[in-house]
Structure formats: structure tokens, C-alpha cells
């Protein structure tokens, strides 16, 4: 048995273990960095120069299995040492706040790794400051220039592949600065900063470079600062302005597009250069703005913009570097030949990322509205593939900001229709990956059948169809919060939801359950309080339910019974309260409600109206109308879909005939040949005419104007049994009978004289 247990706990270990193995890394996202606070600021310089580094933060033990890629993926291309970071890639982050200006930041342990280094106080916005791409030994050190002190900073680590992983490398991360620099502190600020690491093809964006730290190594004076930039760049530097002059002793600092030339063997390019006012018109004969020390502040700002040629993840790079009045100018002790670069990275979008629906289901007959967004600015075009069984979706190449069809299903099961969408940002006009868009249609084909006759106090059964069953379908509304039941309470403890869509009146509430835990669960409902629960409803009514009390403690679902709240009449849609009370004296436990459940039960098939009916709920209700009744057939799929549709019952009296002549002329005596007593009815309930059988010749009967009349003179002697029956209007006829009998005058005797008489 002790065997048993061990192999157990060791496979419960084993599973812990293969959980936090594969767990997502908390750091998995730039807006979850790892944070490595402000690192340790560095030593002050020394007369002596040299590099000063503060003392290094060291995280083990990091990985980056089961790390995700964000998607648009950031990253930067070229990097120290060559190439682009890789990208897509699963990555991980880190965060710290710069102390120095020179950052090193190595990594152990991880083969073929990247490293990315961006500033920003946005995850959305920031802004490239250096990448570097590790060898095969998974060891190398990314180091970065120009930090501003104060300044987040962000740490991207990601594998050399889209798919590689590491499991257990360290990061070790330090700030320097180098006392042998003339420049010693600068920024780059550029505006917009890029979304996603990225510039669409035609913004125009702003940078400001400013110095506020200069030394005058070997007594050079601050005297250029160069721009380089990227491919990606129009190459045209616009609306400049440059820094006021520092010394007292004047001068002007100028922009110079194509640069002052060559001095010192090097070619100094486009930027901005400082001509002092008593060394003549040339920047190269002279020194530069004599100023030195921290809180300075040359500033220079220009714009940049963007090829408008699309070339996904082109270098939008910008390299500000500067220059003493040894190297550019005209002083005879060169230095500042090794001062860091101030390096700005960023690439061209790829253009626009679909970020809108792309997926929607609607009622055959219905409207798909999709309003369409993006990652960044755009226009977009869309176009359906043609469905033979659908009717209404855009076929052509439409160029609105909505995607909008209405659509109608032909057949009787789901049909979808398939757009394509394809976003062009604005400005530039890169178009973006193109999206799939597939709308679902579902049908919902009913008829309400044939109009129809009723005669009288018949019944008749309506035929509908639809493409849904009859039957019920639940709809159920949840809030899982946890609330606290107050002790010894009357006030009690309150949770609610929200129903909404409920558009069958016949709908009715199939359950209303909730979660009670309670340390002693006979307080809820102790001597039979009446209200120890309650359910308010959405038009307000309030229902008492008591709970008969439960034993023990713990975890109880408890149901509303049905009986509580059958007499309901009002609204569906609206707000579900609970109120749980324990009201027990002198103590008791403690509890909390969670878990409020309230489920609707809908029927599919309705009629209206329903007086005269039975089984309404089914497509085949039967009816029985006192009136002349349209009646409608409702049916609701379980996905909200609603179609309607008439039936009109067209509702007869039935054909009636009535005696308006003396009761005895329907048995009457007459002689032969003696004409009889008219006999009369009125016939009515949609009657149109009448037919007549038994009457002895000589006797006819006819109608007009739902008056029957019978009369004539029987020529042949006998009894004669009649009958009307009415024709016209419904079924069954209306009919009345009678008898007619006609006498023979009696032989006359030979003896007898003068006329016969009947008798």
C-alpha cells in the first residue's frame, strides 16, 4: 500500500510539474514585462575617463516555452552585427527604467536568439533603440547608445526561428556611461511614435534631437550633428529648425541638406553645423558653440517622410550622430571620433490588419452589417463569392466602410456566403492581408397554410409549415458573482440578471436557480420566515419563496419551485433581483449566494390569435371561430431568427330555413284539382337557392330572395311527403318537410241528384 501512495504522489508531482512547464510565461506580453525597476545608476566619471558601469540585474531560469507572438509582430531590422530580428517569433519582455546612457543587456544560454531594445512609455507606441541577433552559442550582449536617463525602456527575447523556444537562459542587464565622450547625454523624439513598431507609406513624422550634455575633450567645441536614415525614407529632410546659440560670443547654428563637404579626410553629410560670427562664411574654418556640462539644451527638429512605395518592413531607421569642432571644424586637437550614435528604428507597415468581425450569422431575409476596422487608418474594398442558394450578396467590388447585404436564403438549411476584405491604408495606399469574412443564413421558411371555410359551429385544423420543428428552446441568463449574506439580516443579500431578446410572448420561465454556501444552512429559512427568499421580476412583481430549511453546511443549488411564480404574466425582459436573507438571532453561521440562473423556455411555433383554439403550440392548431379570423403563425429559431405568416378563415353560418306561412299549411287536405295553401319558408345563413322533392304534379315550389314558395294545383291524388333543402352557403343544408295529401271526390250514385260534394 505505501508503494501504491508513493507512485501516486509521484505521478500528482509529475503532472504539477508538466503544467508550470508548459505554462504560459507571465511576461508573455510587452503590457506584462518583467520588471527590472531603475537599474543601479553608475559610478560618477573620474578624471582618469574610461567607462563607469553600475552594478548588473540578473534574472535565471527565464523562458520563453509556451510564449505567444503578438500579431502585428514588432521588430526591427538592421541589426548590430547584421540582419533583421526574427520575425514572427514567440517572444517574451522585460522593463526597466535607464540610469546611464549606454545600456548592456546580455543574454546565456539561449541558441540563435533575438534581442530587441525599444523605448516607450505605450507598448502600443514605442520606438525601436537596437536590436542584435545571437550566434549559435546562445551567448552575446546587445549593447545601446544614447539612453536618456529617466526613460522606460523595453526588453524583446525571442528565438532565432518562428517557432524556436528555450527553456532556461538568463538575462543580465546594466547601465554604463563612457567618460571619455564628448557627448554624454542626447534624445531623439519623434512624433507620431510608430504604432506596432511601424509607419504607413506617406506619414510625415517629426524628430527633435537635443544634446544637454557636452564635454570638451581635448577642448573640442560642439560644432555638427548628422542625419542618416533609412530606405524607407523619402531621403528629403523638411521644415528644419535649429537650436539658439550657446556662447555668448554668438554665432549661428544653419541646416546644410547636403552637407559642408570634406574635412579631416571625412565627408561630413546632410545636418546641422555651427558657423561662429568672426571666422567667415565657411562652417569648416571655424570652431564650434563653446558650451560644456550638464542642463544644456541644443535642440533640432526636422521631418521625415515616408516612401510612399509600399515596401513591407523596409528600414525606417534614423541615425543621429555628432561632431566636435576637431573632426568638422577647424580646431587642431581632434577627439569625440568615438561618441555614441543616437539610433531611432522602425519599419514600413505591411499594411492594415483587418481588427472587425469576421464571422456573423443572420435570419434568411435579414441584414449582414459588419462595420469594417482596421490596425491603423484605411480604406477597404469587399466582394462575395457567388452562393446559387442565396440571393442578395454583392457580387461586384464594393467600397464602403460597412460590409452590407441583405441576404435570403433559397433552400431549407444553412447557406453561407463568403466575402473577401481587403484594407488600404490611409494615408500611402498599402493594402493589407486580405480577410475572410463568411455570413451564415439561416433559413426560416414557414406558411401558415390554405384560407379556408367554417360553417357554423364547426371546427377546422390550420396546416402550417416551417423549416423549424414545433417545439421549445431555452434561453438562460447567468451572474456568477458571489455575494455575502449578511447575519442576522433583514436586508439580506441581493444578485440579479439581465434577460433580453425574449420576442415570444408564450415564452415562460423554465427555471430560476441559484448556488447557496453557508457554514449552517438551517439559518436560511429558520421558522418558516416567508420571505427568506424573494424573486423580484422585471415588471416588479415580487414573489415570496420559503425555503425549508437544509442541514448541515457547505455547497446547495436551490430552485425557485415553479408553483411560486406560475401566475406571471408581465414582461421576460428585464431585471431577475434575488434576495437571500439570514435572519437567525444569537449568532449562526456565514454564507454567500452565486451562480443566479434563469432560464427561459421558448416555444418555436405561436398562433394568434388564440381564442377558439387548442394546440397552439403546434403548426396544426385547431380552430373553432365565432367571426370571420386572420390568424398568424410566429415561428422564433433558437438563434433569434423570427418569420410570421397569415391565414384567413373565412367563418359561415349555416344555411337555416324557416315555416313563415301557418304551421298547418305544411299538412294539408285538398280535393284533386283544387289549388293548396301556399306554403312559405325564409331561408337565411348564405343560402343562394333551393331544391324541392315529393310534391304531387301540378305543384311546384321556387326561390327569391331567401323566400321558398310552394304552390299549385295537384292534378293526382295521394298523400305526397315533401322536402326543401336549401342549396348555396356551406354544409351541412338546411331542410324542412312537409305533407300534402290529395283527395278523390267520391262516386256519384245513380240516384242522386244535383251536384257532388267532397267530405
Not at 37 to 45: E, H, R
Not at 70 to 99: E, I
Not at 282 to 291: A, F, K
Not at 634 to 651: E, K, L, Q, R
Request: proline share 5%; hydrophobic share 35%; aromatic share 8%.
Amino acid at each position: 500500500m505505501m508503494k501504491f501512495y508513493k507512485q501516486l504522489l509521484a505521478s500528482i508531482l509529475m503532472m504539477l510539474f508538466i503544467n508550470n512547464a508548459y505554462a504560459q510565461p507571465a511576461n508573455d506580453n510587452c503590457s506584462n514585462a518583467t520588471s527590472l525597476g531603475t537599474l543601479p545608476v553608475p559610478p560618477t566619471c573620474s578624471i582618469f575617463g574610461g567607462v563607469e558601469t553600475g552594478a548588473t540585474v540578473t534574472l535565471n531560469n527565464q523562458t520563453t516555452v509556451a510564449a505567444t507572438g503578438a500579431n502585428p509582430y514588432v521588430y526591427m531590422t538592421n541589426c548590430s552585427g547584421g540582419g533583421n530580428m526574427q520575425s514572427p517569433a514567440l517572444d517574451v519582455w522585460y522593463t526597466f527604467v535607464a540610469s546611464g546612457s549606454t545600456a548592456n543587456i546580455t543574454i546565456n544560454g539561449f541558441p540563435n536568439a533575438s534581442i530587441g531594445l525599444w523605448s516607450g512609455n505605450n507598448c502600443n507606441t514605442l520606438a525601436g533603440a537596437g536590436c542584435t541577433n545571437l550566434g549559435g552559442s546562445g551567448n552575446g550582449t546587445l549593447t545601446a547608445t544614447s539612453l536618456s536617463v529617466g526613460q522606460t525602456y523595453y526588453i524583446q527575447v525571442s528565438g532565432g526561428t518562428p517557432a524556436a523556444t528555450d527553456a532556461n537562459f538568463s538575462i543580465a542587464v546594466n547601465n554604463s556611461i563612457n567618460c571619455d565622450n564628448c557627448l554624454r547625454t542626447s534624445t531623439l523624439v519623434a512624433s507620431p511614435l510608430p504604432v506596432s513598431g511601424t509607419y504607413v507609406p506617406g506619414q510625415v513624422v517629426r524628430f527633435c534631437y537635443t544634446v544637454s550634455e557636452w564635454e570638451q575633450t581635448n577642448a573640442n567645441w560642439f560644432h555638427g550633428v548628422q542625419i542618416a536614415m533609412g530606405p524607407g525614407w523619402t531621403g528629403t529632410v523638411t521644415n528644419t529648425s535649429v537650436a539658439a546659440t550657446c556662447q555668448a560670443a554668438g554665432g549661428t547654428w544653419a541646416f546644410f541638406p547636403t552637407g559642408i563637404g570634406n574635412v579631416n579626410s571625412t565627408n561630413w553629410g546632410t545636418g546641422f553645423y555651427f558657423d561662429s560670427a568672426d571666422a567667415g562664411t565657411s562652417v569648416t574654418d571655424n570652431y564650434g558653440d563653446n558650451c560644456s556640462g550638464t542642463g544644456l539644451n541644443w535642440q533640432f527638429c526636422f521631418d521625415l517622410t515616408v516612401s510612399s512605395t509600399c515596401v513591407a518592413g523596409q528600414s525606417l531607421s534614423v541615425t543621429m550622430d555628432t561632431s566636435g569642432d576637431g573632426e568638422s571644424g577647424s580646431w587642431s586637437s581632434p577627439a569625440c571620433q568615438n561618441d555614441p550614435s543616437n539610433i531611432f528604428s522602425a519599419v514600413m507597415a505591411a499594411g492594415p490588419v483587418m481588427t472587425s468581425a469576421n464571422t456573423a450569422t443572420i435570419c434568411s431575409g435579414g441584414t449582414v452589417s459588419i462595420p469594417l476596422t482596421a490596425s491603423s487608418p484605411a480604406t477597404y474594398t469587399w466582394i462575395a463569392t457567388n452562393n446559387a442558394n442565396v440571393t442578395g450578396e454583392s457580387t461586384t467590388l464594393q467600397t464602403s466602410s460597412t460590409l452590407s447585404n441583405t441576404l435570403v436564403n433559397l433552400t431549407g438549411v444553412n447557406q453561407v456566403v463568403t466575402y473577401t476584405v481587403i484594407p488600404t491604408s490611409t494615408p500611402g495606399g498599402c493594402p493589407g492581408a486580405p480577410q475572410t469574412v463568411t455570413v451564415t443564413v439561416v433559413p426560416l421558411t414557414i406558411n401558415a397554410g390554405t384560407d379556408t371555410v367554417v360553417c357554423g359551429s364547426a371546427c377546422v385544423n390550420l396546416s402550417g409549415t416551417s423549416s423549424i420543428a414545433a417545439g421549445t428552446f431555452n434561453t438562460t441568463f447567468a451572474n456568477s458573482t458571489t455575494v455575502a449574506i449578511p447575519n442576522n439580516n433583514t436586508g439580506g443579500a441581493n444578485t440579479s440578471v439581465t434577460s433580453s431578446g425574449i420576442v415570444n410572448s408564450a415564452s415562460s420561465i423554465g427555471s430560476i436557480c441559484f448556488t447557496l454556501n453557508h457554514s449552517s444552512l438551517p439559518d436560511i429559512g429558520q421558522n418558516g420566515n416567508a420571505n427568506a427568499i424573494t424573486i423580484t421580476m422585471p415588471d416588479g412583481t415580487v414573489y415570496n419563496s420559503t425555503l425549508t430549511p437544509l442541514s448541515g453546511s457547505g455547497t446547495q443549488t436551490y430552485c425557485i419551485p415553479p408553483a411560486v411564480y406560475a401566475g406571471y404574466t408581465g414582461t421576460l425582459n428585464g431585471n431577475f433581483t434575488l434576495n437571500v436573507k439570514d435572519t437567525r438571532g444569537g449568532g449562526g453561521g456565514t454564507g454567500s449566494i452565486t451562480n443566479l440562473q434563469v432560464i427561459i423556455a421558448t416555444n418555436t411555433v405561436s398562433w394568434s390569435p388564440t381564442t377558439g383554439m387548442t394546440n397552439g403550440n403546434t403548426l396544426t392548431p385547431t380552430v373553432c371561430p365565432t367571426v370571420d379570423t386572420t390568424y398568424t403563425l410566429t415561428v422564433i429559431a433558437p438563434g433569434g431568427c423570427i418569420a410570421t405568416d397569415t391565414v384567413f378563415v373565412d367563418y359561415t353560418t349555416s344555411p337555416t330555413i324557416v315555416l313563415t306561412s301557418a304551421i298547418a299549411t305544411t299538412n294539408q287536405t285538398v280535393c284533386i284539382n283544387t289549388s293548396i295553401t301556399n306554403i312559405v319558408y325564409t331561408t337565411g345563413g348564405g343560402a343562394t337557392g333551393a331544391t324541392f322533392g315529393g310534391l304531387p304534379t301540378g305543384v311546384s315550389g321556387s326561390w327569391v330572395g331567401n323566400v321558398v314558395t310552394i304552390s299549385g294545383t295537384p292534378s293526382v291524388a295521394g298523400p305526397f311527403n315533401y322536402t326543401v333543402t336549401t342549396t348555396g352557403g356551406c354544409t351541412p343544408a338546411a331542410t324542412a318537410t312537409g305533407v300534402i295529401n290529395v283527395s278523390n271526390p267520391p262516386a256519384v250514385p245513380t240516384i242522386a241528384t244535383g251536384a257532388a260534394t267532397c267530405s
